[in-house]
């Protein structure tokens, strides 16, 4: 489902409705979010201008006066609404998004200019979000921002941005990296820029959409930018491969290891020969992980179908010491498949107290999912044009490094050497004389267990096997 907001500062505005629908055709919209109409009553005919000939529902709020107003619309093919919560300054809907089991809660935000009745605000939303269940996006007008780096020529209000990064923390919401622009909103005279239009969701919201992405676009019809919320991944290609811990615990892990370190290598240099030895088990260790991650899942639907049957019996009649025994094993095996996911799920999560063995699994997804945020490429600016095709974004920074890396000069003027101090003989030798495995055994055990040198991992496991031996 993919979502839009927009402060059009004006319903009735020349091309206000054709931008609207601009908008909802070239991305796709499901459910968009404006506000500031500015009619006290805005007619049933000026709101269907905003939608295209597909079937359409709506909530909206007046202005008071000239002042404010919202609407909230969707296609009724993506949403089933089934409550709404209106207020001056927001529109909660409540439904069901097609496809969807969990409820989605969607909030049309238009925030008061006047400080005390933002922080009201805050406060009714909050309880809100507290009693209605779902997974909950805001989008709109804020009128607040979280940090001095979201104002420019604009005066920081330290404490509005206290009272609002609280609410967001105390309703735990979060935010996708927005791309396009970096503010969203400019004053007529073009002096004053601030980012007062946001998409904030909560956990589960990102839980299920990890890769959706959050694009603010241009200017054209307000000082406000519209800003589009796509939940559609946008595939830059297979993910890197990465070694987990949990892993080197399982059967076959070594063998794997050792079958790359056999493949024979004809090179005389011996980093091409390390090389050639990592790659080997590299691909050594995906056949085997495909094969182990499948014979798990057998394995694992094979427990829970068991423990199910047991479970059935048992409210029949009693379970014979032989089930029990059974019960219990199923039992076992599917808590130590959750236990080594556990453990992946901590390791990307880099989370350094690992050894306190804590194993809030909804803490450490949404710290992946946050890792995951901050790291996403939403688009790049390339001759003034925002574009976001994955293979357009790759080749563009591959031409990027490749001029950072080139050689700028030709022909380099050549040092002498005379009057330079030089090594001994003795002392030169030491350079490139080979390392011992005790050296090499301690360098390694001195970084910890939760480190890995090397690319993913792969050379702690090799030295580790070697350290065996």
């Excluded at 949403?79 to 001056?88: A, D, L, P, R, Y």
């Excluded at 607040?144 to 941005?161: L, T």
């Excluded at 694992?300 to 019960?327: H, M």
Aim: glycine share 8%; proline share 2%; with cysteine.
């Amino acid at each position: 489902m993919n979502f839009g907001t927009y402060n059009i500062k004006g319903a009735g505005g020349v091309g206000k409705a054709k931008a609207i629908r601009g908008l909802i055709s070239k991305f796709g919209l499901n459910f968009i979010a404006i506000q500031e109409t500015q009619f006290s009553d805005l007619p049933e005919r000026i709101i269907r201008r905003f939608w295209d000939n597909t079937a359409v529902d709506y909530v909206k709020v007046n202005a008071n006066g000239r002042s404010g107003g919202l609407i909230s619309m969707w296609s009724t093919g993506a949403f089933k609404k089934e409550m709404e919560v209106t207020k001056q300054n927001f529109i909660l809907v409540r439904g069901k998004v097609t496809g969807e089991q969990e409820d989605m809660v969607v909030v049309n935000v238009y925030a008061s200019t006047n400080q005390s009745s933002r922080r009201q605000l805050w406060n009714e939303l909050l309880e809100l979000k507290q009693s209605v269940q779902g997974r909950w996006i805001l989008l709109g007008d804020f009128n607040e921002v979280r940090y001095p780096e979201d104002r420019f020529n604009s005066q920081f209000d330290a404490g509005g941005a206290l009272c609002f990064n609280n609410f967001i923390m105390n309703a735990g919401l979060q935010e996708y990296n927005m791309g396009g622009k970096r503010f969203t909103y400019m004053s007529g005279d073009g002096r004053n820029l601030s980012k007062i239009d946001r998409v904030l969701v909560c956990g589960e919201f990102i839980m299920r959409w990890p890769d959706a992405t959050l694009l603010a676009l241009n200017r054209d019809v307000s000082d406000h930018c519209p800003l589009v919320l796509t939940t559609i991944a946008n595939s830059f290609g297979p993910t890197p491969f990465r070694v987990f811990h949990s892993w080197m615990e399982a059967n076959g892990f070594d063998e794997a290891i050792k079958k790359g370190l056999d493949v024979p290598c004809e090179s005389n240099f011996k980093d091409e020969c390390m090389a050639i030895k990592l790659k080997a088990i590299k691909e050594e260790l995906k056949k085997w992980r495909s094969s182990e991650k499948a014979n798990e899942e057998d394995q694992l639907a094979i427990a829970n179908e068991n423990i199910q049957k047991l479970e059935s019996v048992a409210e029949s009649r009693s379970l014979t010491e032989q089930e029990i025994g059974s019960w219990q094993e199923y039992k076992k095996a599917v808590k130590e498949w959750q236990l080594a996911k556990t453990k992946d799920l901590i390791q990307q999560s880099r989370i350094k107290w690992i050894a306190l063995g804590d194993e809030n699994s909804t803490f450490f997804h949404a710290v992946v999912n946050s890792h995951k945020i901050r790291n996403k490429v939403n688009g790049l600016w390339i001759d003034g044009v925002w574009i976001t095709e994955a293979n357009v974004i790759k080749e563009s920074f591959k031409l990027a490094f490749k001029e950072k890396f080139k050689e700028p000069i030709h022909s380099r003027p050549r040092l002498g050497m005379e009057g330079f101090k030089r090594l001994m003989d003795n002392e030169s030798s030491k350079l490139i004389e080979q390392f011992k495995e005790e050296e090499v055994r301690k360098a390694v055990w001195e970084c910890g267990g939760d480190k890995a040198p090397g690319p993913d991992g792969i050379t702690f496991s090799v030295i580790k096997n070697i350290g065996k031996s």
